[in-house]
């Protein structure tokens, strides 16, 4: 579970059972303003986590994408409507992946699916804050050639979205998938994490890095 400086709330949404994520700080630091949090990731219907958000009381920073397939991008006019300014974040790479419905797979899925422009791209190395910690944005292409992890170090989280699950990896027979750049992703990039960072991924339970780094068959140390 995370530590108790986080509140992190995962939601399974959408026909491919995408695991969305609202985060905040679990102590508020002044009462007389509303906590702030991040969506990560909004697949279709989202009702679930905007009402949860609203019942909290939260006022959403950030709707943060992890990658701009459509499963993890189908709620984003619905987040936008129910948060008129919450700002869209997302990798360089994928920013013209949310207009597109021939980028983002959603014309294959016969959905044709886009979100709004982002309001922000982020980089490998990017540093983000949520009350008071720390996020660093990790580049893990190889799903698709933007997919980020977010990684709180303080906290010992990543949320990884489609790159490593527990007991698996993320698919690399779309356009744009290489595996070979995802087994290097999640070698350089998430097998080099502390072992008892808890990954929270796009798909299926969490996991942690010493269990992937010990058991996944698909990418060994």
């Known amino acids: 579970m995370p530590d108790p400086l986080l509140n992190l709330q995962g939601?399974?949404?959408?026909?491919?059972?995408?695991?969305c994520y609202v985060v905040a700080p679990s102590n508020q630091v002044s009462r007389a303003a509303p906590k702030p949090c991040w969506i990560v990731d909004a697949s279709f219907e989202p009702e679930p986590l905007i009402e949860h958000i609203q019942s909290e009381g939260w006022a959403?920073?950030?709707?943060?994408?992890?990658?701009?397939?459509?499963?993890?991008?189908?709620?984003?006019?619905d987040v936008r409507k129910a948060f008129p300014?919450?700002?869209?974040?997302?990798?360089?790479?994928?920013?013209?992946?949310?207009?597109?419905?021939?980028?983002?797979?959603?014309?294959?899925?016969?959905?044709?699916?886009t979100a709004p422009h982002a309001n922000?791209?982020?980089?490998?190395?990017?540093?983000?804050?949520l009350g008071p910690t720390a996020w660093r944005v990790l580049h893990v292409p190889g799903h698709s050639p933007g997919s980020i992890a977010l990684w709180c170090e303080s906290e010992s989280i990543v949320l990884g979205g489609d790159a490593l699950f527990n007991g698996?990896?993320?698919r690399t027979d779309f356009p744009g998938c290489s595996f070979q750049q995802l087994e290097r992703s999640i070698r350089t990039?998430?097998?080099?994490?502390?072992?008892?960072?808890?990954?929270?991924?796009?798909?299926?339970?969490?996991?942690?890095?010493?269990?992937?780094?010990?058991?996944n068959p698909f990418v060994r140390p």
Not at 89 to 113: C, T
Not at 123 to 128: A, E, K, R, S, W
């Open 168 to 170: 698996s990896i993320g």
């Open 60 to 77: 959403p920073e950030a709707l943060i994408f992890t990658h701009a397939h459509i499963d993890h991008i189908a709620g984003a006019f």
């Open 85 to 113: 300014d919450i700002p869209i974040l997302i990798h360089s790479l994928e920013e013209q992946w949310l207009l597109d419905p021939e980028l983002n797979l959603s014309i294959g899925a016969g959905l044709p699916v």
């Open 189 to 215: 990039k998430l097998y080099t994490l502390p072992d008892h960072t808890v990954v929270y991924p796009g798909h299926g339970p969490s996991t942690t890095i010493g269990r992937e780094k010990r058991s």
């Open 120 to 129: 922000r791209l982020l980089n490998d190395g990017d540093t983000l804050t």
């Open 11 to 19: 939601f399974e949404l959408g026909p491919w059972g995408t695991n």
